[in-house]
């Protein structure tokens, strides 16, 4: 069946470091994918996207790869802050028959900075 | 600023006593999610609503209801709340207007807990 999935459940980084998490996913026809950033206590939040026309995309301090070859995606942090901090998900969506779209999530990163 | 709202961001029932929680949205988005996360899992969909047709995941339970009286609005009712209900409920919207990938929004959470 569909599955996205993430290699590391906790990755623990130096203030200044780079971060780069990891994901995996199996449906090759998967071609929209989505990170989230969840801190303690509050909702999943919009970091980047990028579908599968694109092998990079740049945000602000973030950069996002899409392999689509091995079917992975990563997402790089610049420069990790302590606000960095939190759990971050890739999620694959897909339109639903009828409207709207379905998000399917990976089993998430926990980030940790140390100072 | 536009957004998505939760209430209340923490909620206590008893065991088989209804519950209801509530979400409500500024950013007039079309459809409307509520999902479930248990600790230290990704978000689980229950269902959304696109406008006002009502979409049901099929591995929802009987015990989870859904209202949405208008846009803006969307309610999540579960009638006898089980220790196993005990989450994060999380509300999302998003406006469906490019092909079905429009980014998901996420409210801040009600956290439930069940006694």
């Known amino acids: 069946g569909e599955s996205v999935g993430l290699h590391l459940p906790t990755l623990s980084v130096q203030e200044g470091d780079n971060s780069i998490i990891n994901c995996a996913y199996s449906?090759?026809?998967?071609?929209?994918f989505i990170w989230y950033k969840q801190e303690s206590g509050k909702g999943p939040q919009f970091i980047i996207d990028?579908?599968?026309?694109?092998d990079k995309r740049q945000g602000q301090r973030v950069t996002v790869l899409l392999n689509k070859t091995v079917k992975h995606l990563s997402l790089q942090i610049a420069a990790t802050q302590p606000g960095d901090s939190a759990v971050y998900f890739c999620?694959?969506?897909?339109?639903?028959?009828?409207?709207?779209?379905?998000?399917?999530f990976g089993t998430g990163t926990q980030l940790k900075v140390e100072l | 600023d536009a957004m998505v709202i939760q209430n209340p961001r923490y909620q206590v029932t008893q065991f088989g006593k209804p519950v209801t929680l509530s979400c409500s949205q500024t950013l007039n988005h079309n459809v409307m999610y509520w999902y479930q996360q248990k600790s230290s899992q990704a978000p689980k969909l229950l269902f959304h609503?696109?406008?006002?047709?009502?979409?049901n995941e099929a591995d929802t339970p009987d015990n989870f209801q859904s209202r949405r009286p208008n846009t803006s609005f969307c309610f999540l009712d579960i009638r006898s709340p089980g220790l196993g209900d005990a989450a994060m409920y999380l509300c999302?919207?998003?406006?469906?207007?490019?092909?079905?990938?429009?980014?998901?929004?996420f409210g801040p959470g009600t956290r439930l807990t069940v006694l």
């Open positions: 609503y696109y406008d006002k047709d009502f979409n």
């Open positions: 999620a694959e969506i897909r339109p639903l028959t009828g409207g709207g779209n379905k998000l399917t």
């Open positions: 999302a919207t998003s406006r469906d207007a490019s092909g079905g990938t429009d980014t998901q929004y």
């Open positions: 990028i579908r599968s026309n694109m």
């Open positions: 449906n090759s026809a998967s071609d929209y």
